[in-house]
C-alpha cells in the first residue's frame, strides 16, 4: 500500500482579515505553518466539501485538506479538478461572505476576488521527514495505528478548539458539519460515526479491529504479493518478540475471520464499516436480510472475495448478525472457505514457493484467503457459531463510558438544540443500558416535547423508581410517600427489573437496622417475588404483578432520610455472562470425553470434583527419574480421556504460555493467583506432555499396520460365523499386541504396499518362535 | 487409556467390592431371563453406573462396552434445532434429556418412541429382544416429560427396557416409581473405599507406604477426605500420588478450590455479623455460582461448615433455616436471592444464641 504521505505546507497569509480567524488566535500570524491532513474515502464527502465550498457560507472556518495521494483518491481528484504536478491540494475556504465565484490556482497561489492572495509554498521535503516516514511505518507495524492518524486528530481537535473560540458555541466534530444539512434523517442514521475518531468508548477495541485489518494490507495492497521471506521472518522476529509465535507466511493476521460480539446498539456494525473503509476496503456486507441459505450465497461470497469491484478498492466481507438459527448454511460457507485456505496453506508450506506459484490452473488452483472477512453477532454463544468460533479472533463489544457516552450526547443535544440536563441525559443512558442507538431515538422522539409534556407523559424507568424507593421525603407522610410509591410502580410495569435492582442496592444505602432483621425479612419477600414472576412461565396464569408489593416493602423497610444522593445500581451481567461462559466451556469438555468416561461421569460434577483435581492429575511433580515415565503416561492417558489438546498462548503479559483446549483453569480455581500458579506449571509440564503423545501416536500407526496383516490370514472363509469370530479374534489379537508392546520393543513391519506379502497361514506367535 | 476411576472400573457383578447383597440381587435379576424397569438411585459416587453397566454387560456380554457418541438433532414444536449428545453400544443407549432443559419431553416422544417401535432383531443368540435404555438424570426430568414417559414404558415395553438413575427419588412421579423396580444404592462407607483404594493399589503402582498401619491409616486419611464419594477418592488418589514422590499419613489432603471458599465464607459468617459482612458474602456467592457450583450444593456444604462452627442452640436453627431455604431454592429460580437470604437469617440466628 502506498504510504500516506505527510507534507507539510507553509501557508503565507499575504492579505488577512484577522477578523476571521478571530483577534489573537495564534493564527493570525503572516506566516504559519499548517499541517492539516485528514484522510478521505469517501467520494460523497468530497463533493459535499465542494459544495459547502460553494454554496454555503460557515464562518471563519479554514481548513486545509491535504487529500493523501493513494491511487483510490486519485479519480476524485481530477473530478474536482484541482491540477497540481504531484501532489494534490485543496484548500477550503469558509466565509462569512457570499459564494465564492473563482479561484485560480497558479502556481500554488489563490487569487480571491476580494483582492486576498494567498500562497501556498511548498515546503523542501527534507530528509528527516523521510526518516518520520520510516518512523510512522514502523509504528504502524507495532500498534496498528497510523502515526498521520493521529496527527490528523489531534489536528482535528486543535481546528475544534479554534472554531470553539471564534464562535464560542458548537463544537461540532468536523465529520459531523456534514451531515448537518439534512434535518429529515433519523438522528441515529445522522449521528453514525464517519471516522475513526467519532467513536465514543471501546477504543482498545477499536484499535485492535484496526490492527487487525491492517495485518491484511501485505496481500490486499501490494499487487504482486510474494510469502515472506525466511529472513523477513527473523527480523520480524528480532524486532517484536513479544508479538505473535505464529506467522502465516503471507503476512495475514493468525485467525482470518473476526467475530465482534456484543449487545446491541453499541455500534458493532458502524465500526465494522467505518474500518474497513478506513482501511481503503469496500465494504460488502451480507446481513440477516439477504438470503443466506447453503448454496445461494456460497458463489457470492466466493466472487466477492476473489474479484475487484468497480471502484477498484478491494471488498472486505462484512457478515452482520449472523447468530440465529437459520444461518447453519451460511456459517458453514464461511468455514468452508477456511478450511480451504487452511489446506492450501499447508499444501504451500509442503511445496516450494516457486513451484506452488505455477500450479494455478485447473482444479488445483489455490484457495487462498486473500480478503478481510468480519463477523457481526449478539450472541458468541448460539450454537450456529460452534464451528466458526475458534477460528475467530474474537472482538468482546462493550458498553461505552456512561461519561463518554454523555459527553457525545450533550454534543449531538447542543447541535439539535435540545436542552436537557445531565441528570436526564443520565437516566436515557441507564434506561437504554447504555444503548447509543436507542438513546438518539428516545432523544429524537422523545425529547421533541417540551420539558413539562415529556415528564408527564414518559414513565419513571425503573432506575429511578429504585432511587425514589430509598428515598424519604421528610415532607411527606410516611403513608402519603406511600402511596406516590405505589401508584409509579403501578404504571411502570417491569415489577421484576425494579425488585432486582432494590435486591442489587439495598446493601449500598444506609438503613436504620438492629440485629439484622431486615435483610432476613425481606429475604421472604424475596422468594415470594421470584414465585410469583415464575408463574409467567407456567401456564396457570401470569401473578407476576404481585411482584410490585415486594418493592413497596423495600420501601417500607429501607427508606431512609439519608438517602438523599442517587446511587448507582450494579448489575449482575457480568456474572451471567461469565456463568454462560464455563458452562459452555464445561459443555464443550463434557463432548469431548471419551464414551466410557462420559458415562460414568454426571456433567454436574466436572466442576464440583472432577475438574480441580484433573489440575493436579495433569502436572504431576516431575524429577525426571524413571517413576516419572509411569506419571507422564497417566498424565497423557487423562489426557486423552478428556478429549483436551495443548496449545500455546500467551497471557496478559505476552509470555508464551501452554494451556489446554479447552481452557478450563478459570472454572477449577477461583483466586486469580492460583489461576496464574496452575498456568505456570502447566506451562512447565506440558512439554514433556507433548513429547509422550508424539511416542503415542507412533505406536500407534504400528497398532493398525499390524492389525492390516492379522485380517489378511483367514481371507477364503466367508460364512458369517467366521466373520464374527474374526472380530472376536482381532480384539483378543489386539489385546495379545499391546501386552508385548510394554515389555519388548520390538516391531515388526510387513511390507507396505503389498497385500499379497502374507500368502500362507501364520499366527502372531510364529513370528516370535 | 484413561483416569484410573474408568481403568480400574469393575466391569461384570463378580466384580463389585461393596453392597455384596445389592450386587447378588442384580445378579438373580440378570439370571431370571425378563428383566424390569429399573430406577437406581444413590448419591453421587456411590457406584450406580457402575452397577448399572454391569448388569448390562451380565445381560448382552461384553458388547455393550464398545461406546460410541452420536449426536442427533431434534426439532420442537416452535421450529427450534436441538442438539442432543447420545452414548449408545449396539445393546443400549444412555441419554441425558435434562440437557435440554425444558425440551426434554421431546427427546423422550420422539428418540423413545423410535426406538420402542423398531424390533431387535439378534441373530446370534436370541438371549433378550430388547433394548436398554439407561435415562441419566431422572430426578431432574420435567413433569412433562415424566408424563410422557410413562406410557411409553408400558405401551412399548415388549421391546425397550428403562433404567432411571437419579439421586433421589423425590423428583420423581408416583406412577413411574410404580413402573419400575427401586434399587438403592447407599454411598459407600469409609471402610469400603479403604478396602477399594486398597485393591487399587495392587493394580497399579502408588507410592504407599510399606507397613500395613500406615498404609491403611493413608488410605483412610483420603477416604475420609473425599466424602464417602468413591468417584472422589479415586482421583484423589491419582491425583495425590501425581503430585507426591510418596504418600505417607501426613501428606497433605488436596482441598478443592470452591470447598475452602465456602469454608471462609461460613468462617467470615460466624466471626462478623453485619450489613457489610452480607454484602461480601454476596459477591463471594455469586463467584461461586458463576463458576458452575450449583446453588443447592453451596447451601449444603455452608451449613454443614456452618453448624460445626457454632454452639448447640443454633445448630438445630441453622438446620431449619437451610431446609426453609432449600425449598425455596428448588422453588424459585433466582438462587442469589435466597442464598442470600440463607446467610441474613443464619447470621440473625447466631446472634441470637450468643
Not at chain 1, 416493602?553 to 456463568?579: A, G, M, P, V
Not at chain 2, 481403568?7 to 440381587?25: C, E, F, G
Not at chain 2, 465464607?265 to 456467592?285: G, K, M, P, Y
Request: aromatic share 8%; glycine share 4%.
Amino acid at each position: 500500500m502506498s504510504q500516506i504521505p505527510k507534507v507539510n505546507f507553509n501557508i503565507h497569509y499575504l492579505d488577512f482579515n484577522n477578523s476571521l480567524l478571530g483577534s489573537g488566535s495564534k493564527e493570525s500570524s503572516p506566516s504559519h505553518e499548517t499541517s492539516v491532513s485528514e484522510t478521505y474515502q469517501d467520494k460523497e464527502n468530497d463533493f459535499e466539501g465542494l459544495e459547502d465550498f460553494n454554496k454555503d457560507s460557515y464562518e471563519g472556518l479554514i481548513e486545509t485538506k491535504q487529500i493523501n495521494k493513494s491511487k483510490n483518491n486519485r479519480n476524485d481528484i481530477t473530478e474536482a479538478k484541482i491540477e497540481h504536478d504531484n501532489i494534490e491540494v485543496q484548500h477550503i475556504l469558509k466565509f462569512t461572505t457570499p459564494a465564492v465565484e473563482e479561484i485560480k490556482y497558479k502556481d500554488k497561489e489563490i487569487d480571491l476576488p476580494y483582492g486576498r492572495r494567498y500562497i501556498l509554498k511548498r515546503k523542501r521535503r527534507k530528509t528527516k521527514s523521510l526518516n518520520s516516514i520510516e518512523l510512522s511505518r514502523q509504528e504502524k507495524q507495532s500498534y496498528g495505528m497510523n502515526l498521520n492518524d493521529l496527527y490528523a486528530k489531534l489536528e482535528v481537535e486543535r481546528l475544534q478548539e479554534n472554531t470553539e473560540s471564534v464562535k464560542g458555541g458548537s463544537n461540532n466534530t468536523v465529520s459531523y458539519l456534514k451531515s448537518m444539512s439534512n434535518p429529515d434523517i433519523l438522528w441515529a442514521e445522522k449521528w453514525r460515526p464517519k471516522t475513526f475518531f467519532d467513536f465514543v468508548g471501546n477504543e482498545s477495541t477499536n484499535r485492535k479491529i484496526l490492527k487487525w485489518i491492517k495485518q491484511w494490507d501485505r496481500v490486499v495492497f501490494d499487487k504482486n504479493f510474494k510469502p515472506i521471506t525466511t529472513e523477513e521472518q527473523h527480523s520480524n522476529k528480532s524486532n517484536n518478540s513479544a508479538f505473535s509465535r505464529f506467522s502465516d507466511p503471507f503476512g495475514r493476521p493468525e485467525r482470518k475471520v473476526l467475530l465482534i460480539h456484543g449487545p446491541p446498539g453499541l455500534g458493532k456494525t458502524t465500526v465494522a464499516h467505518v474500518i474497513a473503509k478506513q482501511a481503503g476496503y469496500e465494504v460488502m456486507e451480507v446481513n440477516a436480510s439477504d438470503e443466506r441459505s447453503g448454496q445461494r450465497v456460497r458463489e457470492k461470497v466466493r466472487n466477492s472475495l476473489s474479484t475487484s469491484t468497480f471502484s477498484g478498492k478491494p471488498v472486505c466481507l462484512i457478515a452482520d448478525e449472523v447468530d440465529g438459527a437459520a444461518e447453519f448454511g451460511f456459517i458453514k460457507v464461511l468455514s468452508d472457505i477456511l478450511q480451504d485456505d487452511a489446506k492450501t496453506l499447508q499444501k504451500f508450506q509442503n511445496t516450494e514457493s516457486s513451484k506452488f506459484f505455477k500450479d494455478k490452473s485447473g482444479k488445483n488452483k489455490p484457495k487462498l484467503l486473500l480478503r478481510p472477512i468480519i463477523a457481526i453477532c449478539n450472541d458468541l454463544y448460539s450454537p450456529a457459531l460452534e464451528k466458526l468460533r475458534f477460528n475467530c479472533e474474537i472482538i468482546t463489544f462493550q458498553q461505552a463510558t456512561e461519561r463518554a457516552l454523555l459527553e457525545r450526547l450533550k454534543l449531538i443535544c447542543k447541535a439539535e438544540k435540545k436542552v436537557l440536563t445531565n441528570q436526564q441525559l443520565k437516566e436515557i443512558i441507564l434506561l437504554t443500558d447504555f444503548d447509543i442507538r436507542s438513546c438518539l431515538n428516545i432523544l429524537q422522539f422523545g425529547g421533541l416535547d417540551t420539558k413539562n409534556s415529556r415528564k408527564k407523559d414518559t414513565q419513571a424507568s425503573w432506575y429511578s423508581i429504585v432511587n425514589e424507593i430509598f428515598k424519604r421525603d421528610p415532607h411527606k407522610q410516611k403513608s402519603q410517600q406511600f402511596k406516590e410509591i405505589a401508584n409509579m410502580i403501578g404504571v411502570n410495569t417491569n415489577f421484576d427489573k425494579i425488585v432486582h435492582g432494590c435486591f442489587q442496592a439495598y446493601h449500598d444505602i444506609h438503613y436504620q437496622d438492629i440485629r439484622l432483621t431486615k435483610p432476613s425479612k425481606i429475604s421472604d419477600w424475596l422468594f415470594f417475588s421470584d414465585i410469583m414472576s415464575r408463574t409467567q412461565f407456567e401456564s396457570s396464569g401470569d401473578l407476576s404483578h404481585y411482584t410490585s408489593q415486594v418493592a413497596l416493602k423495600f420501601f417500607d423497610l429501607f427508606c431512609d432520610l439519608t438517602n438523599r444522593q442517587s446511587i448507582k445500581i450494579q448489575s449482575d451481567y457480568e456474572h451471567f455472562e461469565r456463568r454462560k461462559n464455563n458452562a459452555n466451556t464445561i459443555r464443550i469438555l463434557f463432548n469431548h470425553t471419551s464414551p466410557q468416561l462420559r458415562s460414568l461421569l454426571r456433567i454436574e460434577t466436572l466442576p464440583l470434583e472432577v475438574l480441580s483435581l484433573l489440575d493436579y492429575i495433569l502436572t504431576p511433580d516431575t524429577k525426571l527419574n524413571s517413576k516419572d515415565i509411569a506419571k507422564l503416561k497417566n498424565s497423557v492417558a487423562a489426557l486423552g480421556a478428556f478429549g483436551l489438546r495443548i496449545q500455546h498462548s500467551k497471557d496478559e503479559n505476552y509470555n508464551n504460555i501452554l494451556i489446554t483446549y479447552p481452557q478450563y483453569t478459570t472454572i477449577s480455581k477461583f483466586d486469580k493467583a492460583l489461576i496464574k500458579r496452575q498456568q505456570q506449571r502447566q506451562t512447565q509440564s506440558f512439554p514433556g506432555l507433548l513429547k509422550e503423545l508424539e511416542r503415542k501416536k507412533l505406536t500407534k500407526r504400528t497398532y493398525t499396520q499390524m492389525k492390516e496383516g492379522e485380517e489378511l490370514e483367514d481371507q477364503g472363509e466367508t460364512s458369517f460365523q467366521v466373520l464374527k469370530d474374526q472380530y472376536e479374534k482381532i480384539a483378543v489379537a489386539e489385546q495379545n499386541a499391546k501386552k508385548p508392546k510394554t515389555k519388548i520393543k520390538v516391531w515388526v513391519k510387513y511390507h507396505e504396499g503389498f497385500s499379497n506379502a502374507v500368502r500362507k497361514n501364520v499366527k502372531w506367535s510364529n513370528l516370535w518362535q | 487409556m484413561s483416569l484410573w476411576v474408568d481403568k480400574y472400573r469393575p466391569t461384570n457383578l463378580s466384580q463389585l467390592d461393596y453392597h455384596s447383597s445389592v450386587s447378588a440381587r442384580l445378579s438373580a435379576l440378570s439370571t431370571s431371563g425378563d428383566f424390569p424397569h429399573l430406577l437406581v438411585y444413590g448419591p453421587s459416587g456411590a457406584g450406580k453406573k457402575t452397577r448399572v453397566l454391569s448388569i448390562l454387560n451380565e445381560l448382552f456380554g461384553s458388547g455393550v462396552n464398545k461406546m460410541k457418541i452420536d449426536v442427533r438433532t431434534f426439532t420442537t414444536s416452535t421450529n427450534k434445532k436441538l442438539e442432543f449428545n447420545i452414548v449408545s453400544s449396539s445393546y443400549h443407549l444412555e441419554i441425558t434429556p435434562s440437557d435440554l432443559g425444558n425440551n426434554d419431553r421431546v427427546v423422550i416422544q420422539d428418540l423413545l418412541k423410535e426406538i420402542a417401535s423398531t424390533e431387535q432383531v439378534d441373530f446370534s443368540t436370541g438371549k433378550h429382544r430388547f433394548k436398554v435404555i439407561i435415562i441419566n438424570e431422572a430426578d431432574s426430568l420435567s413433569k412433562d416429560a415424566q408424563a410422557a414417559l410413562r406410557r411409553t414404558m408400558e405401551k412399548y415395553s415388549r421391546n425397550i427396557r428403562l433404567i432411571l438413575i437419579s439421586n433421589t427419588t423425590s423428583n420423581i412421579i408416583p406412577p413411574i416409581k410404580s413402573r419400575t423396580l427401586l434399587i438403592r444404592i447407599p454411598a459407600p462407607s469409609v471402610n469400603d473405599i479403604v478396602q477399594v483404594l486398597n485393591k487399587l493399589s495392587s493394580k497399579q503402582e502408588i507410592p504407599l507406604p510399606e507397613s500395613e498401619t500406615e498404609r491403611v491409616e493413608t488410605l483412610r486419611k483420603i477416604a475420609e477426605s473425599s466424602e464417602r464419594n468413591l468417584r472422589r477418592a479415586l482421583l484423589l488418589i491419582e491425583a495425590l500420588s501425581m503430585q507426591n514422590e510418596k504418600l505417607t499419613p501426613t501428606t497433605p489432603m488436596i482441598q478443592l478450590d470452591w470447598e475452602s471458599v465456602i469454608k471462609k465464607l461460613a468462617f467470615n459468617i460466624n466471626r462478623e455479623r453485619n450489613v457489610s459482612r452480607i454484602s461480601q458474602s454476596r459477591s463471594t456467592l455469586y463467584e461461586l455460582l458463576s463458576h458452575c457450583i450449583p446453588a443447592r450444593i453451596i447451601l449444603k456444604k455452608l451449613t454443614f461448615e456452618l453448624i460445626q462452627l457454632v454452639n448447640f442452640k443454633a445448630k438445630s436453627q441453622i438446620i431449619e433455616i437451610a431446609a426453609i431455604f432449600d425449598e425455596r431454592l428448588s422453588l424459585g429460580s433466582k438462587a442469589i436471592y435466597h442464598l442470600e437470604g440463607f446467610v441474613a437469617k443464619s447470621m440473625v440466628a447466631i446472634e441470637d444464641s450468643v
